[in-house]
């Protein structure tokens, strides 16, 4: 073990340490956890504050893939050690699927869909979390979707094909609109099996189907309602976005897809690949990455561990994650 691994785990290790002082009253970011609803089972939900915002994540279940999938450029030795020491399986990694309620005002806005049956037998978890905390489809006002992938987009079709959320506007990326619903996207760059880009290319436009006459469009960088503003992220498709849901002083940087998995993505430094542009999605990757280092804003990362929230730390050699103590 050299002296650069020693130093980075001892920084790592602090950071951890100091961990359980996050998200509490007071603090600049997420504050004021409450208690969660009993459920039959291990919660899919976890409520919190940001500023006056009302916050739950609400899991959708996981999915998941071969790890080679998600650290596309790592030395294969280096990736399996790496998984070892992490006690990650080396054939598959668990991704987890973790959307966000807010309630701002007299809305309420869901931040990414899930992936419903589109990837696997594990999602599709959302509306049952949704009844634990006591709400339905049609209580939700507007979804907003950071790009059109079908884990982010799946469960806005019913199984009869009508729309899930009734009631709701449905906001998603110009840019990906085109790329992969107005036309027959190219799918090659992703590192699956051809079959499975073709049944990714057609989950997306029938989940899609119930909501082509009414979706709304925006350009990344815009604010959607008060308290939810877009974030140029693209690479990972060409109109990614990411979000910022800010109250006062008190924000939450929601990074969508720019990482998979803490382990290969942010304390290792290995690139995605299911990036279609891998060099403008590093390039967002360490421009949002230091934001939320260099202002300390609290992170919500979609596929993290549930409930996905914590910090980055900015380390000599990049970024590592440090998740955030449970709050009751």
């Known amino acids: 073990m050299n002296a650069f691994t020693l130093k980075r785990r001892a920084v790592v ?15 600049r970011g997420v504050a004021h956890a409450q208690v969660a609803t009993p459920m039959s089972g291990n919660a899919g939900h976890y409520r919190f504050r940001v500023g006056e915002i009302n916050a739950t994540i609400l899991s959708d279940g996981v999915i998941g893939g071969p790890p080679r999938v998600y650290a596309s450029d790592a030395p294969e030795a280096e990736l399996q050690a790496v998984l070892r020491r992490a006690f990650l ?8 699927l973790n959307t966000l309620l807010i309630e701002t005002g007299s809305r309420r806005i869901l931040i990414e869909a ?16 949704l009844a634990a905390i006591g709400l339905g489809p049609a209580d939700i006002d507007a979804v907003v979707i950071s790009h059109t992938h079908p ?19 449905v906001f998603l990326p110009k840019a990906d609109w085109d790329f992969f619903v107005r036309n027959d996207p190219d799918l090659s760059y992703m590192p699956v099996p051809e079959d499975f880009r073709v049944r990714f290319g057609a989950a997306i436009k029938r989940s899609l189907e ?9 350009e990344a960088g815009s604010e959607i309602v008060p308290g939810l503003t877009t974030i140029v992220a693209s690479g990972h498709t060409p109109g990614m976005a990411t979000f910022l849901v800010h109250s006062g002083t008190d924000q939450l940087l929601l990074t969508a897809d720019l990482a998979y998995h803490p382990v290969v993505n942010v304390d290792n430094p290995w690139r995605p690949g299911p990036d279609r542009d891998k060099e403008t999605a590093l390039a967002s990757r360490r421009r949002i990455f230091d ?17 996905g929230l914590g910090r980055m730390l900015k380390t000599d ?9 449970w709050q009751f």
């Open 317 to 325: 050699g990049g970024y590592a994650w440090v998740p955030a103590g």
């Open 291 to 307: 934001r939320a280092a260099a202002d300390r804003i609290p992170v919500l990362g979609f596929h993290f561990p549930f409930p």
């Open 114 to 129: 899930g992936a419903g049956s589109t990837m696997g037998p594990n999602a599709g978890r959302i509306f049952e979390n």
């Open 13 to 27: 290790l602090s950071a951890v340490i100091g961990a359980s002082s996050m998200f509490v009253a007071g603090s």
């Open 89 to 96: 399986p080396s054939d598959h990694m668990t991704l987890n």
């Open 210 to 218: 119930p909501v082509t006459k009414d979706v709304e469009l925006y």
């Open 151 to 169: 884990d982010h987009v799946g469960n806005l079709r019913t199984a009869e094909g009508s729309k899930a959320f009734p009631r709701a506007a």
